[in-house]
């Protein structure tokens, strides 16, 4: 007793109130920030993140005032130094309360009071507690505690739309509510898993995961069991733990699938949460993944465009630079060196600089690269960067390995005949699973390996490796396909190789010829044709990442492994496991897969709309088997 009349005293002596000793504050962060937590989201000067409050939370909470936003920011030059924070049932609406205040700090908290604080009546399905500010382009307003991320939990303003921060790769975002008292409850989230990335049969993953303490209490245990494809694995349980509130803990589960071409569904669950009280919310305590696993002997390679010129002068290094990291790439990489990111010169075809459009922009530069012509969320906005950024190109590659899946094998065939200088080339396409865009294509292009002409800062005799010497297609973007699991799609053409070519730019006027004329001789040794297939978006140039592609000196071939010419048609009674019709339905027998399509290659349900001839595709134990059926 007379320790907290002391305490009484002395908290009245220096004008603190004891509620407000005991404050609350609620969010989704551990509290981590400072400059390596920094970044912006879109174009726009005006930069924003928010957090959800559940209802079953706001039950919790009920009663509580929520007196003041607390948040970290990476920089203090908000337009004014001002910043305001708001709370609101539904983002992008009116707010039901706000407040501006002063940016005084970087990475580091702050608060701002509400005018006007809220009460929560338990009765809120949902609140959003967050701010916004506007900064220039070139200040990192935004922080989060880069951990795994939440679903449905935090949220991003992006040039005029809040958006979930999921898949950004941030966690939880700088952001929490002040809430005037300690409510007393206990609440684990379970993140969600991902494994939609590149999983290849008969390889063990440990898939990464985290927990966090979303409540008041400390959690002392809890069990984690999970399944797939309906198979219940071991659990798994965390026990004499001391996670404490606005904190989580990383846990590694090992996934395996020894069956190739396969649709595997995870489902994680957490249970037996112990804390202080009982767990009433449980909503976040499930997460379910799917991901496909390919054959155990798949290939995949990555195609590594550079823009380059013969007139710039950071280029040599910014390719040195480049191939150091390529030699350390988790599988092989395919160069394209496009002569396009300076000006014109002796090596630049039309398609170059069509090809800038990756840029995303009007402007261009070099040396630059991109990696599967992919933009990688939190290392660019668009699929082109500096290629003399060595972190960026490395933590590119590395998420494009992971994280993209490459859907199809290829087989790529040519032949030379010297005394016709006429080659034959052929592309096979074939598809493992559904291609995850509307629109696909593929491209045939050649390269010439090891130029010697003039570079600056490179000297006259410097080597221009894996020049892009134009399209054997005849066609910048390459042909739009229609690529269907069991179809294998097939194009080839006969090209005649010049004797020397020549930048399509070619003038006198605005090619400098100093160094002589700017005729390439070709050499058979040094040529190579490099395929690739990937989606097509006309509009928009983040929506062209290429999905697999392959390189051969011109008069060879390769065949990637896991690429499958035709699919073998059998007899039912040859087919095991075998399927059987239930009026118009297909229904498998023992079977890993089972895919019905109709003779124009659309996937359609298993019970078909209409009697016809349909192709029946069945995978089991990494055997695939398909034949016509006519279903009445």
């Known amino acids: ?364 530069s070099a040396p630059a690269i991109m990696i599967n012509r992919s933009a990688v969320p939190l290392v660019n906005d668009y699929p082109v960067f500096n290629m003399q950024l060595g972190d960026k190109i490395e933590a590119a590659i590395n998420y494009v390995y992971e994280q993209q899946q490459p859907y199809v094998s290829l087989q790529l065939e040519t032949s030379y005949d010297e005394a016709t200088r006429k080659a034959k080339v052929k592309l096979n396409i074939t598809p493992h699973t559904n291609m995850p865009t509307a629109q696909t294509l593929f491209n045939v292009v050649l390269t010439q390996d090891s130029i010697k002409a003039q570079q600056t800062n490179g000297g006259t005799l410097y080597a221009h490796r894996h020049a892009f010497r134009g399209t054997l297609t005849g066609n910048t973007w390459g042909f739009i396909t229609s690529l269907v699991p069991g179809n294998t799609v097939s194009w080839e053409t006969t090209y005649e190789l010049p004797e020397s070519i020549a930048s399509d730019y070619y003038t006198k006027n605005n090619v400098k010829c100093e160094y002589g004329e700017p005729y390439i001789p070709t050499d058979i040794k040094q040529m190579k044709v490099v395929a690739y297939v990937g989606a097509y978006d006309s509009e928009n140039c983040n929506n062209n990442r290429v999905y697999n592609c392959i390189e051969v000196p011109l008069g060879e071939s390769y065949t990637q492994g896991a690429f499958v010419s035709a699919i073998e048609e059998v007899n039912k009674e040859q087919l095991k496991p075998s399927f059987h019709l239930e009026g118009r339905r297909v229904v498998a027998n023992n079977a890993d897969r089972c895919e019905v399509y109709d003779l124009q290659g659309r996937r359609m349900a298993e019970t078909v709309p209409t009697a016809g001839v349909y192709l029946v595709r069945i995978t089991s134990q990494g055997k695939t088997v398909a034949y016509k059926v006519n279903i009445k």
Not at 41 to 54: E, N, P, S, V, W
């Open 1 to 364: 007793m007379k320790k907290i009349l002391y305490l009484t005293l002395i908290c009245m002596l220096l004008g603190i109130g004891l509620l407000e000793m005991h404050a609350y504050s609620f969010g989704y962060t551990n509290g981590d920030c400072g400059r390596s937590y920094m970044f912006r989201r879109g174009q726009g000067t005006l930069q924003g993140l928010a957090i959800r409050i559940d209802k079953v939370k706001l039950q919790s909470m009920k009663g509580q005032t929520i007196n003041a936003i607390e948040f970290a920011v990476g920089s203090r030059n908000t337009n004014n130094k001002e910043i305001e924070v708001f709370i609101t049932n539904k983002l992008g609406e009116e707010a039901i309360t706000k407040a501006t205040g002063t940016v005084t700090k970087a990475n580091e908290w702050q608060m701002v009071k509400l005018t006007k604080p809220y009460q929560i009546t338990g009765e809120e399905d949902e609140l959003f507690v967050g701010y916004t500010a506007s900064i220039a382009n070139t200040y990192n307003l935004l922080t989060a505690d880069m951990s795994k991320d939440f679903k449905g939990c935090c949220y991003i303003y992006n040039d005029g739309v809040w958006e979930d921060t999921y898949g950004l790769g941030i966690g939880g975002v700088n952001v929490r509510a002040k809430l005037s008292g300690t409510p007393i409850y206990t609440d684990l989230i379970l993140k969600p898993i991902n494994i939609a990335g590149y999983l290849k049969s008969g390889t063990t993953y440990n898939i990464a995961g985290q927990v966090f303490n979303a409540g008041s209490e400390t959690i002392t245990a809890f069990s984690l069991g999970y399944s797939i494809n309906q198979q219940e694995g071991e659990v798994k349980k965390y026990e004499g733990l001391n996670l404490l509130p606005g904190t989580w803990m990383d846990f590694s589960l090992p996934i395996v699938s020894n069956v190739g071409n396969a649709d595997i569904n995870l489902t994680l669950q957490a249970t037996d949460v112990k804390g202080g009280s009982e767990e009433k919310d449980t909503n976040n305590n499930k997460t379910e993944a799917s991901g496909f696993f390919y054959p155990a002997n798949m290939e995949r390679m990555l195609l590594v465009e550079g823009f380059t010129g013969q007139g710039c002068s950071n280029c040599p290094s910014g390719h040195t630079t480049m191939h150091s990291i390529l030699e350390k790439a988790p599988t092989k990489t395919v160069v394209v060196e496009h002569h396009a990111g300076y000006y014109p010169d002796w090596f630049t075809m039309n398609d170059d600089l069509n090809y800038t459009w990756f840029y995303g922009a009007n402007t261009t």
